[in-house]
Every structure is written in structure tokens, then in C-alpha cells.
């Protein structure tokens, strides 16, 4: 088959080229401790966008570091035991969480479900950074000028998932040790970083994750399409790259391959081979380094696209929490 990327075996033993900042476990200690002092004043409302006979949907509220109001929608059955699983659901980039209707194959199996939008994306989650609203695209870069690298945006974000597994494991109905996280492309990132930073979760489906290993897009010049912003932020700010190792240092800190050896959840993640959107080198940067129990599916002929029996397994993979 023709090769877009490294031949399959140095793909599994492929350990990324982007720099881990010496203090990343520092950083992240700390983004932890503010996650613990700041209070999410969960809300919970009655939608009004749907009305299903044998669930219930909310518009969930949650505060994030920083202030911001983020929203998820949660839906959970009717008629349920004493405690319920649940799964968190994240989306691509400038998406949002979708439509109530989707999540209802969850709770017709017992299941609870709930469902993020990324601050300052395509949905109702606030980016507090100056503005009220949304900001929709160049969220790799946001912050990245700033000499504190606590200002990068994508922090917050990861920060968010983690706030709403907390959230939703303190609901009475939920079983806090049944909790799965899912998602494909930044969708896929932001599983694979609730599931680093919230140690509870107990699986993750990752598809095709984005945020993994900058410099090896870069080199493979595919900062273009969703990492178009890398190129345009080199080409304003930096055109002789004389900051270069700076600035993918930096981008380390949110890095999902440097935050994969945390994680403890059984991981399903789903790579194709084909993909030019999120090259499977630096997907397999983070796959490689997740010490828990995992496998990644290979679809050997698929790019950054719908993959045939993706949802059917990773709904199987989910009945076994």
C-alpha cells in the first residue's frame, strides 16, 4: 500500500521528536492545584431543545480556571438504578457537542452521557481572555507569545475536561469508578488528556487524536489544513525561526504525548494510516507511551474521515465499564 508516513513497524516504536519542557510535571501539578481551588458552581437545566419520552436532557454549567462558563449537554434515563456509568464526549476543532438527540443510545443501555463545547469554539463555552464569545481558531497559538506559559489556552481547555469529569462524577446517579471519555481528532486529544489528568477514568477511545507531537507535523509540512496556525504564527512572528526550539518547547506543555504515561484507563484508539490531518506518526507518539492497558485499530486505507464500525466498537468497548 503506498506510505504517507513511516512504515507501520517504526510507527510502533516511534517516540515522538517534540521537546518535553523539563518542568512539565511541575506545570501541570500546578494547573491541578488551581483546578482544586476553583469552584465549578454546577448548573443544571431543563432543555428546551428536546423532549425525550424515556430520558431526561439538561444544558449543564460548569467554571472553568479562569472564570469561564463552560457548557456540556447531559442526558441520563429516566428510569435508572441507584448509580449509572457515564461517558464524556469531546469534539473536533471549532466544533461543539452537537445535538441531544445523538446521546440517547446511551441512556437507552443505562447510561449516562455528557457532552463538552471547547471555550471559544462553535458552541456555548466562554474564552474569558479579554473577550466575552468566541475566538473559533488559532487556539494552538493562543498564549504561545506570553512569557508565562500558564496562558496557553489549550491549558484551560484540558483543565475543562477534567472539571467536567468532576462534575459529573459527584451527580448521585453516577458511578464515579464507570467512567469512560471519547472523541475524535481534538475530540481525540481531549480524551486522551482527561484521561491523563483525571486518573479515575476508567476507559478512553481516542480517534485519530490531534495535538500530538507539533515538530513532527512540522517537519512532515503538514501545518497546514488544522495545524494551518503553526505556519502562519512561524510566518508573522517568527520567519527565520530563530525561536523555533523555543516556541515547540513550549508547545510541549500541551502536548498529549507528554501527557500519555499518565494515563491509567484502558485505551481503544483508532488510527488511519492515511491521515495527512493528524499524521499516525504523531498519533503514535502518544499511543506509544501509554503504560495501561490499550490497543489502537488500524485502518490502513483511511485518512482524517469516518471510520466503518468506529462508533459500533467504541459503544461495545463502553458497555464494559
Known amino acids: ?42 448548573e443544571l437545566v431543563p432543555t428546551k431543545e428536546i423532549a425525550p419520552r424515556n430520558s431526561e436532557a439538561f444544558d449543564l454549567w460548569f467554571t472553568g480556571v479562569g472564570g469561564a462558563r463552560v457548557y456540556a449537554k447531559y442526558v441520563r434515563p ?15 476543532y471549532t466544533g461543539n457537542s452537537g445535538d441531544f438527540a445523538s446521546r440517547l443510545a446511551w441512556t437507552s443501555e443505562g447510561f449516562c452521557a455528557a457532552a463538552m463545547d471547547c471555550r471559544g469554539q462553535g458552541g456555548r463555552s466562554e474564552d474569558t481572555g479579554g473577550v466575552k464569545g468566541t475566538t473559533y481558531r488559532g487556539q494552538i497559538v493562543r498564549g504561545l507569545e506570553d512569557p508565562d ?7 484551560q481547555i484540558f483543565l475543562d475536561t477534567v472539571q467536567l469529569a468532576r462534575v459529573v462524577m459527584s451527580f448521585p446517579e453516577i458511578d464515579a469508578g464507570r467512567v469512560g471519555a471519547m472523541g475524535g481528532s481534538q475530540g481525540g486529544a481531549l480524551t486522551l488528556a482527561c484521561a491523563a489528568l483525571e ?17 513532527r507535523v512540522w517537519e512532515m509540512d503538514l501545518a497546514k489544513d488544522a495545524y494551518e496556525e503553526l505556519r502562519t504564527w512561524f510566518r508573522q512572528f517568527d520567519p527565520r525561526h530563530v525561536r523555533e526550539q523555543e516556541v515547540f518547547t513550549k508547545l ?35 499511543f506509544n507511551k501509554i503504560t495501561s492497558k490499550k490497543e489502537a485499530v488500524i485502518y490502513p486505507d483511511y485518512g482524517h474521515e469516518g471510520l466503518p464500525g468506529e462508533n459500533d466498537r467504541t459503544f461495545n468497548f463502553m458497555l464494559g465499564l
Open 149 to 155: 506559559p500558564r496562558k496557553l489556552l489549550f491549558r
Open 78 to 92: 429516566k428510569h435508572r438504578p441507584a448509580k449509572c456509568p457515564a461517558v464524556l464526549q469531546f469534539h473536533g
Open 1 to 42: 500500500m503506498p506510505l504517507i508516513d513511516k512504515p507501520l513497524a517504526e510507527l510502533q516504536v516511534y517516540q515522538g521528536l517534540n521537546p518535553r519542557p523539563a518542568d512539565f510535571d511541575a506545570y501541570w501539578a500546578a494547573a491541578l492545584k488551581e483546578l482544586d481551588a476553583t469552584d465549578p458552581k454546577a
Open 252 to 286: 510541549g506543555y500541551i502536548d498529549c504525548q507528554h501527557l500519555a504515561p499518565r494515563i491509567k484507563a484502558e485505551v481503544l484508539m483508532y488510527i488511519g494510516l492515511m491521515d495527512t490531518i493528524c499524521p499516525p506518526s504523531s498519533q503514535y507518539a502518544a
Open 199 to 215: 486518573p479515575r477514568i476508567k476507559r478512553a477511545a481516542p480517534v485519530f487524536p490531534f495535538l500530538c507531537d507539533y515538530r
